[in-house]
C-alpha cells in the first residue's frame, strides 16, 4: 500500500497540470514554451503537435529534438522526436502536396508514463492552412496497467493580413477518446484559438486561449524580438497556471536551438530545450 503514496503524488501533480501536459495536446519546442505556450500560429517542425495546419508552410524536410522538465522532477520529464517532410515539388516555397509530420512523445517516470506516436498532415492554399493529425495515446501506472486510445485533431491557419495578422485555431481529440469505461474516463478535448500580430519583421506578439471542457480557460500570451537573424528572445505568461516565461532562440544555417524557462511561484522552475535541423536552408 505505501506503493500507491508516491504514485498518488504523481498523478495529483500531473492532474494538476494536465491540460498543458499529459494527455491533452500540451507544448511542443521550446520556442512555443517561451512565448507561454501561446503556439496555435507558429509554423515550425512543432506544428505536428502544437496546430497541425502550421506544417503546410514548411518547404524543406526537418526534425528536430525536445526534452522537457517541469519543477525539477523527473517524474514530470517530457522528451519528444518530430520529423516533417514536403510532397511533391515545392513552389514558391510552398509544397504542392501538403507537408507530412511524425512525432514520437514519452511523458512521465517509472510510476506512471504516457506514450504516444502522431501523425499530423498541413496544406497550404493562398492564404489558409488547414491540417490533421492522429494521435496513438498510451498511459501506463504501475501495478494498475496500461491504456490506449487513438485522438483526431484538426486545425487551420488564416493570414487575416498577409504577414501582419494570422489566425490559428485547433481542435485536440474532436473524437473524445474514451480511456476506461470507469466513470467514462476520456482524453481531454481541447480548443486552442489565437491571434499573431506581426508588425516589422522582427517582432511577433501572440494571444491565445485555450480552453478544456472540464476547466477555466487559459490565456496565453508572448512576445518575440529578433535582435538579428541568428538570434531572438522571447517571453510570455499563462494565467491558468500562473507561470511566466522565457527564453532565446538560436539560427546558425539549417541549425536551430531554441531554449525556454517558465517559473511557477509554487511550484517552481520549469525548463525546455529543442534542437532542430531543417535539410535546406530556405525553411521559413
Known sequence: MAKRYPILSVLLLTGFITHAQGSGPGVR???????GHASVTLND??????NAAGLGQLSAPTAAVYAENR??????NTVALAVAAPLGKVENGLARRGVVGLEVQR??????NEQRIGAGYGYRGGLVSIGARVDLLQLSIEGLGSRRAVAVSLGGQAELVPKRLVFGAYLYNLN???????????VP???KAGLSYRPTAKVMLNIETEKEVEQSADFKAGVEYRVIDALALRAGLRTLT????GGLGFRAGALQIDYAAAWHAAL???QHLSIGLSFNAKQP
Open 29 to 35: 519546442g521550446a520556442r512555443a514554451a517561451a512565448l
Open 45 to 50: 517542425v512543432w506544428a505536428v503537435g502544437n
Open 71 to 76: 519543477y525539477l522532477l523527473s517524474a514530470l
Open 107 to 112: 511523458f512521465g517516470g517509472k510510476l506512471y
Open 176 to 186: 473524445q477518446a474514451k480511456l476506461a469505461e470507469y466513470q467514462q474516463e476520456r
Open 189 to 191: 478535448t481541447v480548443l
Open 242 to 245: 500562473e507561470e511566466t516565461t
Open 268 to 270: 517552481g522552475l520549469s
